[in-house]
């Protein structure tokens, strides 16, 4: 039974008018045009027979019908600021679609704030029981300092409970996304079936050394913390690629100076670090190579210290789920399909710390990502779906 | 004739209560704290016997009576936020003092602005007919945003005509000023004889690559601009060590990374970067490694742009105004003194290219200048106004 591909993109096509920006969409999490769409979600739900409801946290969650345990799809509503039209949307209108053209076994999700607006993948983490109260309590928006309390009040979310998942409805979770990367484009694929979200950890590198002027001071008698953190990153930029693996990432997103003026030499200097891969024990390598280098820079004339901040584990997609991936691509694109992991972070990774996960990828044009020029092309969406839901249909056949 | 160690102690006390801040002095140009001290210091030079006036752009100027040329003391007396009480005071009640005890043949001088809150060097330039109205409609707080003619018309300086040096009337300027450095203290010496006031090139470094997400995009695939970055920073400091002089200086004074956030691959970085020396062909060289190292830098997946920001010219002192300083200070303290070149710029380099100039420098505790805790013992504060006033006396005599 195939997809409606016209229903579809007209589907995907409406949900980028709640607040379309350019050709992109600013939908951040709880705004009101996230909330209008999130109601507009549920009434599609509820319109191809999903017993559709918004719950505390803002998930909308259409249930479907079903004997047997049912497959879990969707993806995230909101998206990051000025962002891209299909980043999460896509992923919630294929589940949407699946569930039109399969009629049953299929429960239809859109979490809320995979994009962190307030946290990190609040919906799929409160969904798994991961969220308490004192989180709640205490989270923000990173944009504006709203409380997360009052933005769920301002909603109309905060009466609601928070649904939680029943592991024995589910025959596990399946999310399509786009690749956010330019892998599948480059190498001519179509179809990108994930084999695990990468872990990632995250450094924060501190340098003390002395401000001074920089006219008077004479170089043997410095301790410039920005000299000691240019000597580490290069130091970084030399080793990593000698002990990563081939798919390993690694970035230096930003450096700091202080006080930051042209005549002074700096005495306190600060670099935001991170890699990523999907192997625990490379990561573990990783660390430790990261450790020796820090080491090695601490001889110097200035004090380096080594700030440990968020880490993910890696979560491999199970096996079965990428078989029946795999082997939908092969049917509808034979050859225009591989296996990759994804390098940033999804609500399937959540989900899978409950129940089995998979994920399917489509190409991103000159893989753009968090821009509202993010793009797929009309061909490859459909093409997608029509993967996805032939995926879903395996599982279920096999499932029953 | 001897200075008076407590007469000279004792002003440089009152002239620190003007906008005191813990040890130091908070005195920016044409704050309320720096117009009374200005009204003050006109005060103690016409208490001193001298023809005393502030002009229109806040300079204070005492004349003091001579049939040959005199010699113009001073420096500056408005501080940087929240620093020392003896950047720039030093220099002025040094010229005050010498000004008392000689009786004649001296003109003092506070300069306004030396410290650039409006321009730089505004006062000292303006006196040497390097000031024009132009200059001064556009120009603006650093701190905020006011405008300078606004400040004039709040100090009341407005209305004065402003002071221009008629050479003809000085035999030159000398300037005495903490050596903000630390190869006084380091070498047991105390007293700086300047040779030179260092020339120095600054420079904005821009590169531009491509902003992506730090988990999808594959290293290979990469245009990291903060990459590049670290690559050039990093080959400045592995060359310019072979090429510099011994008492050359560089520095990095500012990174940034844009956008700057931990898991966005930057798109954009910056640097400010500039080197010191007082000798002009060095600073050439200097400049063609710079360029080369550029050059080389552009080779890699970013471009790279040189953007050359201020620079100003070494200022040789005057070699008759170092001898008779060198003279002054092997008198009172036989082998306790050097040359040495000023790494800072002064209000000499301004005056030099106008008249003869020299500069004496007085230890700084620790090195430590633009801080509220910069500081010189009392005794070389008094040793060093002693040397000044032989000096000048001995320059005098050699003029009439």
Redesign the interface.
């Known amino acids: 039974m195939p997809v409606d591909g016209v229903r579809l993109l007209h589907d995907l096509h409406a949900l980028r008018e709640f607040g379309r920006y350019k050709t992109g969409v600013h939908r951040p999490t709880y705004s009101p045009q996230d909330v209008h769409s999130r109601h507009w979600l549920a009434t599609r739900m509820a319109e191809a027979g999903l017993e559709a409801s918004i719950d505390g946290i803002g998930n909308v969650i259409g249930r479907g019908r079903g004997d047997g345990p049912v497959l879990l799809l969707g993806s995230h509503s909101e998206t990051q600021s000025h962002a891209g039209w299909l980043d999460g949307a896509l992923g919630v209108i294929y589940g949407l679609e699946v569930a039109r053209t399969l009629g049953r076994g299929v429960d239809v999700v859109a979490w809320a704030d995979e994009e962190g607006h307030f946290g990190s993948f609040l919906g799929s983490r409160s969904f798994c029981g991961l969220v308490d109260d004192a989180e709640l309590d205490a989270a923000r928006s990173r944009e504006n300092d709203t409380r997360l309390r009052d933005a769920l009040q301002a909603a109309g979310f905060a009466g609601q409970p928070r649904a939680t998942i029943d592991p024995a409805r589910y025959r596990g979770y399946l999310e399509a996304h786009i690749?956010?990367?330019?892998?599948l484009e480059?190498s001519g694929r179509r179809i990108g079936v994930v084999t695990a979200i990468?872990g990632?950890r995250?450094f924060r590198i501190v340098f003390e050394g002395v401000q001074?002027?920089?006219?008077?001071?004479?170089?043997k008698?410095r301790r410039?913390a920005?000299?000691a953190?240019?000597?580490l990153?290069?130091a970084i930029?030399r080793r990593f690629?000698e002990v990563?693996g081939p798919?390993?990432?690694?970035?230096?997103?930003?450096?700091?100076?202080a006080p930051?003026?042209?005549?002074?030499?700096?005495g306190h200097a600060e670099m935001?670090f991170?890699f990523?891969d999907t192997d625990p024990v490379l990561l573990d390598v990783l660390e430790q190579e990261l450790e020796a280098l820090v080491a090695e820079a601490a001889k110097g004339p200035c004090r380096v210290s080594l700030v440990r901040?968020s880490r993910t584990a890696p979560r491999p997609m199970d096996e079965g789920f990428q078989s029946a991936l795999e082997g939908a691509a092969q049917r509808h694109v034979p050859g225009l399909h591989m296996r990759m992991p994804?390098?940033?972070?999804h609500d399937a990774q959540i989900l899978a710390s409950r129940i089995p996960a998979g994920m399917l990828f489509v190409p991103s044009i000159g893989?753009i990502?968090?821009h509202w020029a993010e793009d797929t092309a009309e061909a490859d969406i459909v093409l997608g779906c029509e993967v996805f839901c032939d995926a879903a249909a395996q599982i279920l056949s096999r499932a029953c």
């Open positions: 690749e956010q990367g330019q892998e480059i990468v990632s995250q001074n002027h920089a006219g008077t001071t004479r170089m008698n410039d920005g000299v953190l240019v000597r990153a290069s930029d690629p990563a798919l390993t990432v690694w970035t230096t997103g930003r450096i700091t100076l930051g003026a042209p005549s002074i030499v700096p935001l991170q990523r901040g994804s390098g940033a972070g893989g990502s968090h």
